[in-house]
Every structure is written in C-alpha cells, then in structure tokens.
C-alpha cells in the first residue's frame, strides 16, 4: 500500500524568508501524480502545486515550487518570500492508477506559521 | 459559482441521531468522494462513485451510506451517529479518470456530535 509521510509536524517562518516542507512517500509503481494541498484555518483544500512523476522537470506555481526526488521517493515543498497568508496546514499527497482504483493518499500535514 | 458545495458547513447533533450531508459539484465530473479528516486533521478517503456507480469503500462502518441520484450529487447519510464520528467530512469530485487529474474539494463540514 502507498504511504506519505510527512515528518515535520508544525514549521515556522518569518515573513519574505523562504521555507521547505518534506514529504516522502512509498509506492511500487512507477508512474504516480504528487501534490501539495494548503488547508488554511477555513480548513478549505486548496490545490497549490502538482508533480508528474514521468516529469524530470520540478513544477513551479509563483513563489511555490517542489524539489522532486524520484529515486529516493522525496517530495519537498519550498515557499518563497513567505507571506502571512501562507500559514495553514500543508499536505502532501500521492495518487496513482494501481488496480484501477484510483484514491488520493495524505500525510498526515505540517502546520506551518508564518510569523511577521 | 461554487464548483463544490456541502451542506450544512455546520453540524451539532447528540448521540444516537441519523444526519445528511449534501454535496453538489457543477464541474460536469463524473467522479466524487467523501474525505474524512479527524482530530488529528488526518484526511482519509470514506467512498467514491463514479457515474452513481460505487468504486472505493474503505471499510467505513455499515452506519455510513452514501447515496449518488445523478452524477452531480453525493450525499452522506449517517445512523447511529457516535462521538467517534465527530469530524470534518469533505466532498470532493474529478474528471472520471483521477489519474493524472486534479481532485476538487468542497468547503467541508463540521460534524459534531454530542
């Protein structure tokens, strides 16, 4: 069964500095999406970035961008020039098409403040 | 304008009761979920159907049915609700085929049950 795992449970940053977020996951297959949702205290999920994993290539999305490791099954997320808005809760997800059913896996989330 | 939508986004209710949770999506998906996420903001998928049509059931108690009438809604109907069930539930929905697509979540609603 896939797993993520996110080992950080609460982060803090100050406002404008930068900040990364691990994420790994284990899996057999060998094609699989990631994602970084952003759960602010609305508690709405909201989709922040996405990786390929057949993509060499690490996506970007502004001040968002991943650092995608496929080998040792790594995913971070940094956050440039961090704003106040970015605190919420971070989670990592995984999916893939093994058997057919498909279902998004989350860690377990890493509370990030942002402190002015 | 809201492309997932859950009602109520507010729920108190006592032990022992039997509650709905609506959901809508107006983004023409042919697939939706129910996530739970505890206390421990662990999110875990419940059930997905795709076309009214059940695909994942994670072992969630017999106490928890989910109805589809037409590909646009999924609604949960809960029995006997316990304390444990206390948690925010999450609706959410994709093109049929999740893989490679992304996955769009509802608001949530805050189930509480005293």
């Known amino acids: 069964a896939q797993t993520v795992t996110q080992s950080q449970p609460e982060m803090s940053v100050q406002e404008a500095e930068t900040v990364t977020l691990s994420c790994t996951y284990d899996?057999?297959?060998?094609?699989?999406?990631l994602f970084w949702y952003k759960q602010p205290p609305s508690r709405q999920m909201i989709l922040v970035i996405r990786q390929e994993a057949y993509k060499q290539q690490n996506a970007t999305e502004n001040r968002f961008s991943v650092n995608f490791q496929k080998a040792a099954k790594s995913f971070s997320l940094k956050i440039s020039d961090s704003q106040l808005g970015d605190t919420a809760m971070y989670f990592c997800a995984f999916i893939s098409s093994q058997g057919g059913s498909e279902k998004l896996v989350f860690g377990k989330g890493t509370k990030l403040t942002v402190n002015p | 304008d809201t492309a997932v939508s859950q009602t109520p986004k507010y729920l108190v209710t006592q032990m022992g009761n039997d509650k709905s949770i609506k959901c809508e999506q107006n983004?023409?998906?042919?697939?939706m979920y129910w996530y739970k996420q505890d206390s421990k903001k662990f999110l875990k998928i419940m059930f997905s159907?795709?076309?009214?049509?059940?695909?994942i059931n994670e072992t969630v108690p017999n106490r928890f049915s989910p109805k589809s009438p037409d590909k646009a809604h999924l609604n949960l109907h809960i029995n006997s609700l316990e304390l444990g069930d206390s948690a925010v539930y999450f609706c959410?929905?994709?093109?049929?085929?999740?893989?490679?697509?992304?996955?769009?979540f509802g608001e949530g609603s805050w189930l509480t049950v005293v």
């Open positions: 959410a929905s994709s093109p049929e085929q999740v893989y490679g697509n992304t996955i769009y």
């Open positions: 899996t057999s297959e060998n094609n699989y999406y």
């Open positions: 983004l023409g998906h042919d697939t």
């Open positions: 159907y795709n076309n009214k049509e059940l695909i």
